[in-house]
Every structure is written in structure tokens, then in C-alpha cells.
């Protein structure tokens, strides 16, 4: 079955502005239900969403439980594979297009994991957007550890609005902004929020009156 992943448009224009037309790209259900993740060897497991995305207002919204993360601080990396630290980080950006190692090794999500894994010293789970050349367009990716080259792969998203030389164009442009982590409020929160917002609207109701 296919994750369940929507897409939330932004509704207070008053206090928005701007931002109002933005898109949550939302992925909030156990990434590798229903594949053969867990089996040796790394798995790399498709069945992405196809959206189209626009870096200057949209956000990949990430449910920080389903991915095993332990908070939701996105701590952002975008640039050549040659200069990502080796720790700290749990997004990145890719601005490598191919293999140096093997051009004629097509560059898909393995690939791109690899390289992370060769500079990535620390254990722990991440995401990142690579650009295939196959497919000639950038993905989102998450990986169970980005410091191991056996880590399973979830591709998440693809972005099918920013292919070829225009979508490797934009690879730049993505920053922290476009990335958010939350985590699901727990029942007590759920039930403050629902008398908060109960309360809110009985009381509009008798200013009306």
C-alpha cells in the first residue's frame, strides 16, 4: 500500500501573506510498510509521491516518530558532496550530479547514498535530495543511517517540475526552510487544543451576538 502523503495549502491569507498559496508536502506514515526492509543488505524502496514542489515557498513536512528521529531540529547541509561535514547534520542537498569515482554508473538514490555514507561519520537517520540522472529530475530520499552504505532507502517525493538543466539549477536554491521535522502532540496537547479552539469559537459566537 501506498504511504499516505498529502499536501496542505496554507489558509490564513490575512497573517500569511505571501506565503499563503504555500504547499506542506506531509509524510507522516511508517515509511517501508509492506517492503522487505529490515533484510540484509541494503533495500531501496520506491513508491514515491510525484508533486510538483517550489522551492521559494513550499515545505517537506516530516513526521520525526514514523522516521525513528529523536528530535526536530533540521540541521541543514546543501552544496558539493566534497564539502559536507561529517557529522551533525540530518538533511542534505546534494550539488554532485554523478560518480566521480564511475561516471558511466548512473547516479540514482544508491549512488547519492554512498557518497553521503563515505563523508558521514556519525550514525543516525536523515533525508536528502539528489538529482537522477536517469530519471532527470531531483528526489527525496530518507535513509535509516546516513553513515552506513547498507542503510534501506525510502524515496519519498518526486519532484517532477524541476527536470533537467533548469531542475539541476534550482538543486542550490533549496535551504532549511523547505524542511520541516514535527512530532505527533501528545492525547493530553490533542485535548488542550480542541478545548482551546472550542473555546475560541464560542466565544466569537457571543461577540456576534
Known sequence: ??????????????????????????FETDPFAGSNAGDPGRQIVGGESFITFDVTRDVFSLESTVFGLTGTEVNFFNGPIATLPTDGINVVVLQT??????????????????????????????????????????????STDLSDSTADLKILFRMTNLAGQAGRDTIPRFTADNFEVTAVPE???????????????RGARQRRR
Do not use: C, E
Not at 98 to 108: C, E, K, S, V
Not at 109 to 124: D, E, F, R
Not at 187 to 201: C, F, I
Open 1 to 26: 500500500m501506498k504511504p499516505f502523503v498529502y499536501a496542505l495549502a496554507a489558509a490564513a491569507s490575512l497573517t500569511l501573506g505571501s506565503s499563503a498559496h504555500a504547499a506542506a508536502f506531509r
Open 97 to 142: 550530479f554523478d560518480n566521480d569515482n564511475d561516471p558511466t554508473t548512473p547516479f540514482a538514490a544508491g549512488t547519492a547514498a554512498n557518497l553521503i555514507a563515505n563523508q558521514v561519520s556519525t550514525p543516525g537517520a536523515g533525508f536528502f535530495i539528489y538529482f537522477n540522472s536517469g530519471l532527470d529530475l531531483p528526489r527525496l530520499v530518507f
Open 187 to 201: 492525547p493530553a496537547t490533542l485535548a488542550l487544543l480542541a478545548l482551546g479552539m472550542a473555546g475560541a469559537v
